[in-house]
């Protein structure tokens, strides 16, 4: 699979953002041929694998949409459309069995590099605030889409009341991003201004992540200073040993 010289330099900008590996053009011009099946397993590993979580779910699917239209990617806009949205409906499907098999215990891995415990709580909040419609809702949102899926399971959502919503999510978010990059990238000013248009998609999928890890720090930050905090004030001065081992003497001698 061939980048067109023009598109390529366009979005040349592109990876000095995120890792080549993690960037959406570098993903699809390493699958080659193979472009659908690769979006296909990226968008089931982001949805319905907890390891998945970091993948450029969004930015990817945006970016095949375009690239379809350009020619880059060899199917048609009408195959690739449905296939986006399986894949986007299976990965979910995929999670919500996890969570329902596995139980709570995944939920209480310790934190790791790849596995933080403050995901899966914003996951509980997020669900608990919009029920049904987080299924939906949550698409958008890195991360959480990753976890959502396997906290249903974990609560017993009924399956087919999960089942009708998320096919109704998967329409929405992997259908309708994919759609919207092919008919985005038809107009002339699009096409002239890709770079500045895949950096926004790039930035408004790293966002969230990238905030919920400043908070995260500067919550344990804040831990940290007031455990010592609260150390320091229960501790005994030392200059005090002696007074309260005399008083103690003194007490006895009477």
């Known amino acids: 699979m061939t980048i067109p010289a023009g598109l390529a330099a366009a979005i040349t900008s592109v990876p000095a953002i995120v890792p080549s590996w993690l960037d959406p053009q570098s993903l699809l011009e390493g699958f080659g041929s193979?472009?659908?099946?690769?979006?296909?397993a990226v968008i089931i590993a982001e949805t319905g694998l907890l390891v998945g979580f970091f993948l450029p779910g969004d930015s990817l699917l945006f970016t095949a949409g375009l690239l379809t239209g350009q020619g880059v990617v060899h199917q048609p806009i009408w195959v690739v459309v449905p296939v986006t949205a399986l894949a986007a409906f299976a990965g979910d499907q995929l999670?919500?069995?996890?969570?329902?098999?596995?139980?709570?215990r995944l939920f209480d891995r310790p934190?790791?590099?790849?596995?933080?415990?403050?995901?899966?709580?914003?996951t509980h909040e997020f669900f608990d605030r919009y029920g049904s419609r987080a299924i939906v809702l949550g698409r958008f949102i890195p991360i959480v889409r990753t976890f959502l899926p396997v906290t249903a399971g974990i609560s017993r959502m009924p399956y087919r009341r999960f089942v009708a919503i998320d096919a109704i999510g998967a329409l929405v978010w992997g259908a309708?991003?994919?759609?919207?990059?092919?008919?985005?990238?038809?107009?002339?000013?699009i096409r002239t201004n890709i770079e500045v248009l895949l950096i926004v998609m790039v930035l408004v999928s790293i966002t969230p992540p990238g905030i919920e890890l400043l908070r995260h720090r500067a919550t344990s930050r804040r831990?940290?200073?007031?455990?010592?905090?609260?150390?320091?004030?229960?501790?005994?001065?030392p200059d005090d040993v002696p007074v309260a081992a005399s008083a103690a003497a003194a007490s006895d001698a009477r």
């Open 34 to 40: 193979w472009a659908l099946l690769g979006i296909v």
């Open 95 to 104: 999670g919500y069995l996890i969570g329902y098999r596995a139980g709570p």
């Open 111 to 122: 934190d790791s590099r790849l596995f933080k415990r403050s995901f899966v709580d914003k």
């Open 176 to 189: 309708g991003v994919t759609t919207l990059g092919f008919f985005l990238g038809q107009i002339s000013f």
């Open 223 to 237: 831990a940290s200073v007031d455990s010592l905090a609260t150390g320091a004030g229960t501790e005994t001065e």
